[in-house]
């Protein structure tokens, strides 16, 4: 498993990552063994980075975790990251210490850590970007050992950029993949020059880079894929991307004739995102130990030909470019 340096935490970890919201909620149900016996799994290979949040199962994908590095494998050297700030209403004048501490206690309890390894705020309203409290709020937390490192999850590119701007900040969360290239403008140079890490979320588009989708695919009442595709529960660039389902379907088509001998259309896609400059981590979630160990190997895959990324830039700027790079 190659590995990355993750921005200005300075720790090292597997460049392919474990995204755990689907052992929380929002994906159907997954049981407390299958989600244990993802996590093994995917530490087994390799896997040294998970990634998760304090609403996911409203803190069950921290507790597995939690109980995982407690009982299962207390040897392994994980890193964990956490989010943190949508318990609340998405107010900027929620985002204060008061909150911080609440929120991380929460978490510090549910994954069973005295110091959090990074802490991200989870995708707030694009004021709280811009607020120096909010940051000198999170560098009290490190002072008084909550948390060791703080990040950002976003949803545009300009909630990044403004985060890259504040020195204290280690990391930038945000949706990449072949379906969504706009930080590829931006965003990934000026976090190279920032030494910020990039982690790299919804690198599947949902699943949509599978290429295992149709028409007929029926996804279960609780999966977003079904119940947010119109952006009615949270921001609908979460859910394929923003993708409208029967052009990604057509796009994924494509994407997979690009695939090379030896790899799946996923690993295709979780390679592509884990071998651009400045990316420290891509975190692809898993239901099974399959699609665990298939994720992981993407991650020592050879480097992708100068024609595989000529084909993305070209199925983007077809197919996908006019709906999303705007809005993103």
Same mark, same amino acid.
């Given at each position: 498993?190659?590995?990355?340096?993750? %921005?200005?935490?300075?720790?090292?970890?597997?460049?392919?990552?474990?995204?755990?919201?689907?052992?929380?909620?929002?994906?159907?149900?997954?049981?407390?063994?299958?989600?244990?016996?993802?996590?093994?799994?995917?530490?087994?290979?390799?896997?040294?980075?998970?990634?998760?949040?304090?609403?996911?199962?409203?803190?069950?994908?921290?507790?597995?975790?939690?109980?995982?590095?407690?009982?299962?494998?207390?040897?392994?050297?994980?890193?964990?990251?956490?989010?943190? =700030?949508?318990?609340?209403?998405?107010?900027?004048?929620?985002?204060? +210490?008061?909150?911080?501490?609440?929120?991380?206690?929460?978490?510090?309890?549910?994954?069973?850590?005295?110091?959090?390894?990074?802490?991200?705020?989870?995708?707030?309203?694009?004021?709280?970007?811009?607020?120096?409290?909010?940051?000198?709020?999170?560098?009290?937390?490190?002072?008084?050992?909550?948390?060791?490192?703080?990040?950002?999850?976003?949803?545009?590119?300009?909630?990044?950029?403004?985060?890259?701007?504040?020195?204290?900040?280690?990391?930038?969360?945000?949706?990449?993949?072949?379906?969504? +290239?706009?930080?590829?403008?931006?965003?990934?140079?000026?976090?190279?020059?920032?030494?910020? %890490?990039?982690?790299?979320?919804?690198?599947?588009?949902?699943?949509?880079?599978?290429?295992?989708?149709?028409?007929?695919?029926?996804?279960?009442?609780?999966?977003?894929?079904?119940?947010?595709?119109?952006?009615?529960?949270?921001?609908?660039?979460?859910?394929?991307?923003?993708?409208?389902?029967?052009? =990604?379907?057509?796009?994924?088509?494509?994407?997979?004739?690009?695939?090379?001998? =030896?790899?799946?259309?996923?690993?295709?896609?979780?390679?592509?995102?884990?071998?651009?400059?400045?990316?420290?981590?891509?975190?692809?979630?898993?239901?099974?130990?399959?699609?665990?160990?298939?994720?992981?190997?993407?991650?020592?895959?050879?480097? +992708?030909?100068?024609?595989?990324?000529?084909?993305?830039?070209?199925?983007?700027?077809?197919?996908?470019?006019?709906?999303?790079?705007?809005?993103?």
């Amino acid at each position: 498993m190659h590995k990355h340096t993750l %921005g200005r935490t300075g720790r090292t970890v597997s460049v392919i990552g474990l995204g755990t919201w689907q052992l929380g909620a929002d994906w159907g149900a997954v049981s407390d063994a299958d989600g244990a016996a993802v996590l093994a799994a995917s530490a087994d290979a390799g896997i040294t980075f998970f990634d998760t949040a304090d609403v996911y199962g409203d803190g069950r994908s921290e507790r597995l975790i939690g109980h995982f590095l407690a009982h299962d494998d207390p040897g392994a050297a994980i890193t964990v990251a956490t989010k943190m =700030g949508r318990r609340a209403e998405q107010l900027p004048e929620n985002f204060v +210490l008061a909150n911080f501490r609440e929120w991380t206690d929460r978490s510090r309890t549910n994954l069973g850590m005295d110091t959090l390894d990074l802490v991200q705020l989870h995708c707030p309203p694009s004021a709280v970007f811009d607020s120096g409290e909010v940051y000198d709020a999170l560098d009290t937390l490190v002072d008084e050992g909550a948390i060791s490192n703080y990040g950002v999850s976003v949803e545009t590119c300009d909630q990044a950029l403004a985060a890259i701007s504040h020195p204290g900040v280690a990391t930038v969360q945000i949706i990449l993949n072949a379906f969504r +290239l706009k930080p590829l403008d931006e965003v990934l140079p000026a976090a190279r020059a920032a030494g910020v %890490g990039i982690i790299a979320r919804v690198p599947l588009a949902s699943g949509l880079l599978t290429g295992k989708y149709s028409r007929e695919t029926v996804f279960a009442e609780s999966d977003h894929r079904n119940f947010n595709r119109d952006g009615s529960h949270f921001d609908v660039g979460e859910t394929f991307s923003g993708v409208d389902f029967e052009v =990604g379907l057509q796009a994924a088509t494509e994407f997979a004739a690009l695939a090379p001998a =030896g790899l799946t259309p996923a690993q295709a896609a979780l390679a592509w995102v884990a071998q651009i400059d400045g990316v420290s981590a891509v975190i692809p979630g898993a239901r099974s130990v399959g699609q665990a160990q298939g994720n992981a190997a993407a991650g020592v895959a050879e480097p +992708l030909s100068l024609a595989f990324n000529e084909g993305v830039q070209d199925i983007y700027d077809r197919l996908l470019r006019e709906q999303i790079h705007p809005r993103w």
